[in-house]
Structures are given as structure tokens and as C-alpha cells.
């Protein structure tokens, strides 16, 4: 098992900024690719980004992709998302996720999840 908490979400206006962080609890993360996933109001769970366990390797969904940044901090065993230019759009419960092996677009190919945060965007 590993137990992931995330962290950092909250209210902001649109064309703010916010990190979130996600923290692997009494488990190291630094072998595992880490995704982050977002889930609107009767919405299904979307990728928002992947990074693989080095760092070395990160995909970014096309609706993200230029204004959110994923990265990693293996000594923390921590797991970031810093989120630039937000929309009332990207209003969803974030989540993080782990994996062995490589990165993935996939929900359904990750193994351990995080509760989730709360983002909401006003316009």
C-alpha cells in the first residue's frame, strides 16, 4: 500500500494560482510514476498530467498543457502540481495517483489514490 494525502487545494478567482501537493504517508513514492486526475460534477475522472519516478519523463493533458506543471521531490517523497491561469473550468475534486512502472494516461492503470482536494476557480 501506499497511502497518498493531498494538500493544498482551495477557493481562487480565476487567472490565479494554486500548488497542490500530494505526500506519500510512511511509504516512500520515489519508485512509482505519479499521475494527477481531476473529477467534475457528474463527470468522469480526466488525466490532468503524469510524471515518471525520476522526474525525467512528464505528459500533460491538452487542456493544461502550458499553464500546469507537475514535478517531484523524491528526498520528500512528495508530489506537486502547480496550477497557473486557472479557469472556472478546472473547478473538480483533484486527485493523485501511484503506479509501478512507467507513466500512464489510464485511470485504470494506477493502483493507489489519493482522497482528493478540492479546487474551485471563480470567474
Known amino acids: 500500500q501506499v497511502p497518498l494525502v493531498e494538500s493544498g487545494g482551495g477557493l481562487v478567482q480565476a487567472g490565479g494560482s494554486l500548488r497542490l501537493s500530494c505526500a506519500a504517508s510512511?511509504?516512500?513514492?520515489?519508485?512509482?510514476?505519479a499521475g494527477w486526475f481531476r473529477q467534475a460534477p457528474g463527470k468522469e475522472r480526466e488525466f490532468i498530467a503524469t510524471?515518471?519516478?525520476?522526474?525525467?519523463?512528464?505528459y500533460y493533458a491538452d487542456s493544461v498543457k502550458g499553464r500546469f506543471t507537475v514535478s517531484r521531490d523524491n528526498a520528500k517523497d512528495t508530489v506537486y502540481l502547480q496550477m497557473n491561469s486557472l479557469k472556472p473550468d478546472d473547478t473538480a475534486v483533484y486527485y493523485c495517483?501511484?503506479?509501478?512502472?512507467?507513466?500512464?494516461?489510464?485511470?485504470?492503470?494506477?493502483?493507489?489514490w489519493g482522497q482528493g482536494t478540492q479546487v474551485t476557480v471563480s470567474s
Open positions: 495517483a501511484a503506479k509501478a512502472g512507467g507513466n500512464s494516461w489510464s485511470v485504470y492503470d494506477y493502483s493507489y
Open positions: 510512511g511509504r516512500t513514492l520515489s519508485t512509482y510514476a
Open positions: 510524471i515518471s519516478w525520476s522526474g525525467g519523463r512528464t
